[in-house]
């Protein structure tokens, strides 16, 4: 009992010396400093570092996965066969890296094909006045997903082509094809998905530790010696999820400044980490409130996951994305409605912790 005694007067005494040694500030850094221990967090938070601090050199590689078409690979030949071969080969030569060799039927195309001589085959036919185009490609291979976006490209040029050469006869307005984007794919790349990534999986490993810390206090009975002090399960909560909250905001703060390092421009930093502040505070009450309700690791750890990708798909349904709202905060082009989106998120975090709060404050101590 002398044990407890004590503990309870160290509490009490934190508590008493200042902000600084508030109860629950202690209890976040004695979580926050745990987080050393656990080898799966301190991996992703690497892995994580990573890519932010080597962001430039990454995006190349990670850019080609996105778009295969950005990265030139010496081009590809192409076997056209079929009475519409001469069309076929006038839209190839709209686009790099395309070589073709024309045959005299597909029969022809497609042994070559099997010699490895050409490494596509485009055989055109028209059929009641449309064109019809069969393309084969090597299976299974780096260069056949090269050859499927080149032959695409092909494609779309042949369709502007007979679009162009039959405006004349066409009776009815069609339906009008997009204008042509000469967007790099690397600037959509690292605003649409980079940043977005390393904005967002933050809050959700905050949101997963959060699980684990409130958990393994319950399932260890080490939330029983908490209690001896003058700490109430609401302290408790506060502490935990304080320390996790901030956490997700810290580190996106350190990926902005590792890829401005990087020569990637960040753009209304503070909106960015408020947005990503708010997602935490959502993401980490869930969590907390998990794991009072479940008390068991395992099922809380389930039942997060499915809830925040849930949650995370289900807001597509908004104006705006929160991977939209990021993307368009970080390269500068933000509108109305994406700041609405960054205010309604906070102020839906600021009801989300008040009510997480009230809950704990209903919780009977003794049911754990």
Partial sequence: MSGDRSTGNDWESQGNSGWLNDVRLTIARRDVASLS?????VLALLIQLFIAAFSSFLVVGLTSLY?????????IEVGVSGDAAEELQEAAAEVDGIRTARFGSYADAQAAFQRGQVDSILDGNTVNGTIQVTASVPEGSIR???AV??????LEALERNERTERAEWVTRQPVELPSEQNASPYFAFTYTVLVPLLLFLPPFISGSIAVD???EEIERGTLELLRVAPVSLTDIVDGKALGMAVLAPAQALLWIVLLTFNGIAIRNVLPLLTLVSAASVLVVVIGVVLGLVTAKRREAQLLYSI???GGFGAMALLPEHPATVAAKLAVGSATTVTTATVVGLAATAVVFYAAMRRYAAT???ERY
């Fill in 67 to 75: 778009d295969p078409g950005s990265v030139q690979a010496g081009g």
């Fill in 144 to 146: 056949s997903t090269l």
């Fill in 307 to 309: 809830l925040v990708l």
């Fill in 363 to 365: 919780i009977d101590p």
């Fill in 213 to 215: 810390a409130v958990t």
């Fill in 149 to 154: 976006v080149q032959i695409r490209s092909v």
């Fill in 37 to 41: 221990r656990e080898k799966t967090i």
